[in-house]
């Protein structure tokens, strides 16, 4: 008999919500985690830059569904870009596989975040996008 046992497939519910949360909370402490439903939800504050507002956002962690980011306050503007029509911030290019279940948030969605949201203040201020973005539709 065959000790081979076929890995499951990647997907970002296959690090467990305490090993999440311990790195969230030993990189960002001020974010706070709270079950809502089936979702996890991380609510927290980022300043993208020393001269930048703070921005509370919401991380939702559904175990049937991408992962998602909301910025609660200041409100965006409606017409910003990279953003989907939930009005979640578009972070990555979801066929690019860089987010899978063996990623920490707190490597990368709360950084993206904080990047988006500096790019966002430079498309406030110039008019321009500043960050890569990847060719897709609306």
Known sequence: ??????RPPSNE???NIALQNFHTQMKFTGFELKKEGKKWVWVGYLQPTPHSEKYKVNIVL???KNTKVFVLEPELLERAPHRYSDQSLCLY???D???NGETLIADTIIP???EWLFFYEG???DGVWWGKEA???P
């Open 1 to 6: 008999m065959s000790k081979f046992r076929p």
């Open 135 to 137: 060719p897709h539709g």
């Open 97 to 99: 596989k860089s987010f």
């Open 13 to 15: 519910r296959n690090l």
């Open 112 to 114: 993206w975040t904080c």
């Open 62 to 64: 559904h175990p049937y």
């Open 123 to 125: 498309w406030l201020k």
């Open 93 to 95: 290019h979801p066929n």
